[in-house]
């Protein structure tokens, strides 16, 4: 989820003025022995099981990974008459009705769906997408900084407005980045559709800091990661998400006895990923065994220590580095995914016009 940021967010930032002249693709060989994944740069999964998903269905699984999020998003949309694969991963709440408004995917009710817990569940008139997996947006903060300057951490959007923390938060571009479109979205949700202008004024006036993407902010500015500590980070606070403290812990050199990095809870904006049958996928029925694939618990529980999220399945296990370092959070903001679609385009252009301009 680290890596998902996008270039443009929606059709009122450019998507229609895209074409998809030049993707050297044809759509998917016929292949009946052969299921093709199209997803995001972030897919990862354990070799033994996905070995064990192509012993048992007989498919052999190809991934065409296309991009950060936005950007595969975008192009299935594009080349939705003639895709280039089977099944697509990737799309979230933030952009799920773009995908589903223009016809991306096919009805298929997942055999497992029922395994998955209500909250995540959504479309089920149609079954055009299957929950996957989902994990929280959230202000994440640099222990070390804090101690040394006797200051507590932000809990709440609120705080991050206060005087005390000016100067020391660096976000991702709304209109360019996954989690810097989360957070905007978690402060909709937090301020209502008016508020959240006077909140951002607020931001923009002490001192807020917006770069293009989450690998910038989080390995360049943040000084709260080992990666930003290297390049001389000075912004103690950064938008990530509520798995980095087990990833700093995990991928150490030296793994430390607690995580370095905190995170706000109450900063936090949930953030639920699907999966779905193309439209005019040439595999259907691999594609369909496929997405039965994605909600075993096999699969599910194999998820968190490769792409760093949460399954959504019921009784599905969860790394004991995630609980300890890093657990979801209790109450996060969310949307309604009616209400997203609805503002999503006009929000994000108000925010670049109120905090870039």
Sequence with gaps: MHH???????????LVGLSAC?????????????????SHDSWAVSKN??????????????????????????K????????QGDVFFGVDNTLLSRA??????QPYRAKGYDTVRPEFRVDQ???RVTPVDTGDICVNYDKAWFSA???TPPQSFADLAEPAYRNLLVTENAATSSPGLGFLLGSAARFGDDGWQEYWKKLKANGVKVVDGWEQA???????????????????????????????????????????????????????????????????????????????????????????VYPVVQGAAVPADFTKYGPAAKDPATLAPDRIAANRDQWVKSWTSLVLR
């Design 4 to 14: 998902k940021t996008f270039v443009a967010v929606a059709v009122g930032l450019g």
């Design 22 to 38: 030049g993707s050297g693709t044809s759509g998917p060989a016929a292949d009946s022995k052969t299921v093709t994944l199209v």
């Design 49 to 74: 099981v996905l070995k064990d998903f192509e012993k048992q269905s007989g498919y052999k699984v190809r991934v065409l990974k296309d991009g950060d999020a936005g950007q595969a998003v975008n």
């Design 76 to 83: 299935a949309v594009l080349t939705k008459d003639n895709p």
């Design 100 to 105: 589903l408004d223009n016809g991306l995917f």
């Design 125 to 127: 008139d149609k079954h």
């Design 149 to 151: 300057h006797k200051l």
């Design 218 to 308: 989080y390995y360049q500015e943040f000084s709260g990661s080992s990666e930003g500590k290297k390049a001389g980070g000075d912004r103690p606070l950064v938008v990530s998400y509520a798995s980095s403290p087990p990833a700093e812990v995990i991928y150490a050199k030296k793994r430390p006895a607690t995580a370095p990095t905190g995170v706000s809870y109450g900063t936090c904006f949930r953030q639920t990923e699907y999966a779905g049958l193309l439209s005019h996928a040439k595999n259907t029925k691999g594609g369909k065994a496929f997405l039965d694939f994605l909600l075993t618990k096999k699969f599910q529980q194999d998820m968190p220590l490769n792409m760093f």
